[in-house]
């Protein structure tokens, strides 16, 4: 059984620009969330998709956008980039059917903006 | 909303003492709560979790956690301390049903001193 898995694993990007996270979930999973965890602090809720819908969202501004596609993989976009995107970007994924879903983390990838 | 709150970003503990790790609760409706723990550069590692079963929960490498709801408190404790239980812990709290996205605490980091 293939885990979550993420690339890149690091990226250096400049103030302004554009990124794309990808993130494949763990097999027979059909739920991602994502999670922005800056340094020295806890994860926090970006966004989940459900069968490729938004499934509820977090404190985030629009300029972060994500998309799952048929296969349940997903992306994280970042338009606009500043200096406070600069974090650790964790994705998880789950079977969500059921009271009870556990999510399973891919290893994150870490964006720096400068 | 649901949050955790951990408290001591920083916990010294000597190696074969115990190791206690506190969190507490806020949440609206009956909650899941859960132990994870990151190692450097890693994603997340789900320790423990608690889903209304039992109060007293057992996790991985040796760690355990009890539920108790007057206090609001998921405390995770392990009896004797190893060198390699330093890492990163956090604890999170999801809803029962619904979206099963997770609010985190901020998180102790947890140094094991021979």
């Known amino acids: 059984e293939t885990g979550v898995t993420q690339s890149p694993t690091h990226l250096i990007k400049t103030r302004g620009q554009q990124v794309t996270l990808r993130c494949s979930s763990q097999?027979?999973?059909?739920?991602v969330s994502w999670y922005q965890q800056a340094l020295g602090q806890g994860p926090q809720f970006i966004f989940q998709?459900?069968?490729?819908?938004?499934?509820g969202r977090g404190n985030f501004p629009p300029r972060f956008s994500g998309l799952q596609f048929p296969n349940y993989s997903s992306e994280l976009n970042v338009n606009a980039l500043e200096l406070d995107d600069s974090a650790l970007y964790l994705c998880?994924?789950?079977?969500?059917?059921?009271?009870?879903?556990?999510?399973?983390f891919g290893p994150g990838t870490r964006l720096t903006v400068l | 909303a649901q949050s955790v709150t951990q408290l001591g970003s920083h916990v010294s503990v000597s190696e074969g003492a115990l190791v206690l790790l506190r969190c507490n609760y806020s949440?609206?409706?009956?909650?899941?709560l859960f132990w994870y723990v990151q190692y450097p550069n890693q994603g997340l590692q789900l320790l423990l979790k608690?889903?209304?079963?039992?109060?007293l929960v057992k996790g991985i490498n040796g760690f355990e956690a009890e539920f108790k709801k007057s206090e609001t408190s998921f405390h995770l404790t392990k009896p004797s301390a190893h060198m390699s239980d330093a890492a990163e812990y956090f604890c999170?709290?999801?809803?029962?049903?619904?979206?099963?996205?997770?609010?985190f605490g901020k998180g102790n980091q947890v140094v094991v001193i021979p």
């Open positions: 608690y889903t209304s079963a039992a109060t």
């Open positions: 998709y459900y069968r490729e819908e938004e499934n």
């Open positions: 097999s027979g999973h059909n739920t």
């Open positions: 949440s609206s409706v009956p909650p899941y």
């Open positions: 999170a709290v999801s809803r029962i049903y619904g979206n099963n996205r997770l609010a």
């Open positions: 998880a994924s789950s079977f969500s059917e059921g009271s009870y879903n556990e999510q399973f």
